[in-house]
C-alpha cells in the first residue's frame, strides 16, 4: 500500500459515533469513575483525544514510535532543547532557522549550553565538530533561504559513533519526500504550521522519536512545560496532513518548473533548488528524498536590495509575506525580513545576498506563476531605465 493510501487511512473514524471526521474534544477535564479511574484522560495539557490522534498520525507517517504536538515550531524545538543539560554543547547547521538561532543564543546560551554552527553540507565538518561534550547533533536539510543540503544518514553515522541524538528539523521536506528517523536520525521535528498544516491557517509544531523512552521524556516535558497543541489547532492539522501527499507532489512539480524558468533568465543570477542538476548536493538531496520541495531561492544581476523590492512589490499572486508550505503563493526578501537582525558580512557570507528572493511555490497553475514572476522580472528593467 502506498504512503498516501495508508495515511488516509491511518485517520481513525471514530468508535463512539461513526464520525468519519475526527472530533474536536473541547474540553479542559474528563469526568473520573473514581481518583485515577477514568477513560484514559484526565486533564487536558497532559492528554486530550484530538491531539492524541494527531500525536500518532505523525509518528505513522515519520515512521517512528512516539509524537508529541506542540504550540507552534519553537515550542518543539524548544522541547527538544529541555532534553540537555548545563555543559552540554549541539553542533548546529549555520544556515538554522533564525527563531532556532535566537532560542539557542538568547535562551539557552545563559543556561551554559554551548552550539557549535557548521556548514553540515559536508559531513567531515560535524565530524570536526563533535566533542565529548556533544550530546545533539542538529540539522534542517533544505536549509532556508539558501537550500543546502546535508547527507542525514551520514551525519547519523557520526551521531551514533560518538553517542549524541541526531534531531532533523525536517519542515521544509515533509515527510511526504523525506523521512530521516528511517536514514537513522533519532528525533524530527516540524513547523506543522508550513507543509503539514498547508493552508497557512494555523500556529503548531511536532516531534516524533524513533525510540520510545526518548519520546516519553518529551511527553513528560510536554506535560511538565505546558506547551501544547489546542484540540481545535490539532484537528486542522489532522485535516491538512490528509492532503499533504497530494499537496506536496504539486508543490514540487510547480517548484520545479519555477526553478527552470528562474534559471533561464537574463536578469537571475543564481537559483538555489535541489531539484537542479546544478545544486552542489544535487545528488544526496535525490538519495535521501522522493522531490526536491516547494521552496525555491534567487538573486538577481543587480544585486540590491532596491531591485529585490521592486520584484517582491510587483507579484500579484506571489503575495509578499513571511511562513511558506501553503496552498498561496508566497515571496520574502530575507535580507529585510528574517534575516534583518544579522551583521551584512555575516549574511552575505551565508549566501543571502542582497537581492536574495525566497519563493514559497504554491498551488496555482504554474503557467500564471510563470507569468507572475516574468512581469515582475521585467519591472525591475523598466524601474533601472526609469531611474537612470
Ligand atoms: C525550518 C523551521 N523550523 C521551525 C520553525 C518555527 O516554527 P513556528 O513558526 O511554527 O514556531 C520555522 C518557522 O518558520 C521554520 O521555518
Not at 27 to 33: G, N, W
Amino acid at each position: 500500500m502506498s504512503n498516501a493510501t495508508q495515511l488516509i487511512h491511518s485517520i481513525p473514524v471514530d468508535e463512539l459515533t461513526g464520525a468519519i471526521s475526527v472530533p474536536i474534544y473541547q474540553t479542559s477535564t474528563f469526568v473520573q469513575e473514581a481518583p485515577g479511574i477514568n477513560k484514559g484522560y484526565d486533564y487536558a495539557r497532559t492528554g486530550n483525544p484530538t491531539r492524541a490522534t494527531l500525536e500518532q498520525i505523525i509518528a505513522q507517517l515519520e515512521n517512528g514510535s512516539v509524537g508529541v504536538a506542540f504550540g507552534s515550531g519553537l515550542a518543539a524545538i524548544d522541547g527538544i532543547l529541555k532534553l540537555l543539560q548545563s555543559g552540554d554543547e549541539i553542533v548546529a547547521v549555520d544556515d538554522i532557522y533564525g527563531g532556532a538561532f535566537r532560542l539557542f543564543t538568547q535562551v539557552y546560551q545563559k543556561f551554559g549550553i554551548k552550539v557549535n554552527y557548521v556548514d553540515t553540507s559536508k559531513v567531515e565538518n560535524v565530524f570536526e565538530a563533535v566533542t565529548e561534550k556533544t550530546k545533539l547533533i542538529w540539522l534542517e536539510t533544505p536549509t532556508s533561504p539558501t537550500l543546502k543540503i546535508s547527507d542525514i544518514q551520514a551525519i547519523a553515522k557520526v551521531a551514533k559513533a560518538n553517542r549524541c541524538w541526531l534531531c532533523v528539523d525536517n519542515t521544509f521536506a515533509s515527510p511526504a519526500l523525506q523521512q530521516p528517523l528511517s536514514l537513522g536520525a533519532d528525533i524530527v521535528i516540524h513547523s506543522a504550521t508550513k507543509y503539514l498544516g498547508g493552508h497557512s491557517d494555523l500556529i503548531a509544531g511536532l516531534v516524533v522519536t524513533k525510540d520510545k523512552e526518548l519520546g516519553n521524556q518529551i511527553k513528560f516535558i510536554q506535560n511538565a512545560c505546558g506547551a501544547i497543541l489546542s484540540p481545535f489547532d490539532s484537528w486542522l492539522v489532522i485535516r491538512g496532513v490528509e492532503t499533504l501527499h497530494l499537496r506536496v507532489r504539486q508543490h514540487c512539480a510547480n517548484a520545479l518548473v519555477v526553478a527552470e524558468f528562474l534559471s533561464k533568465h537574463p536578469a537571475v543570477d543564481k537559483v538555489y533548488y535541489p531539484g537542479l542538476k546544478d545544486h552542489n548536493n544535487h545528488e544526496i538531496a535525490k538519495k535521501q528524498s522522493s522531490g526536491f520541495g516547494g521552496i525555491v531561492s534567487f538573486s538577481l544581476k543587480e544585486d540590491t536590495e532596491a531591485a529585490a523590492h521592486q520584484f517582491v512589490t510587483s507579484t500579484q499572486l506571489f503575495k509578499l509575506a513571511e511562513s511558506l508550505g501553503g496552498v498561496k503563493s508566497l515571496v520574502s526578501h530575507p535580507a529585510s525580513m528574517t534575516h534583518k537582525t544579522i551583521p551584512e558580512e555575516k549574511r552575505r557570507a551565508a549566501g543571502v545576498t542582497d537581492s536574495l528572493i525566497r519563493l514559497s511555490v504554491g498551488l496555482e497553475e504554474v503557467e500564471d506563476l510563470i507569468r507572475d514572476i516574468e512581469h515582475a522580472l521585467s519591472s525591475i528593467k523598466i524601474r533601472k531605465i526609469q531611474t537612470v
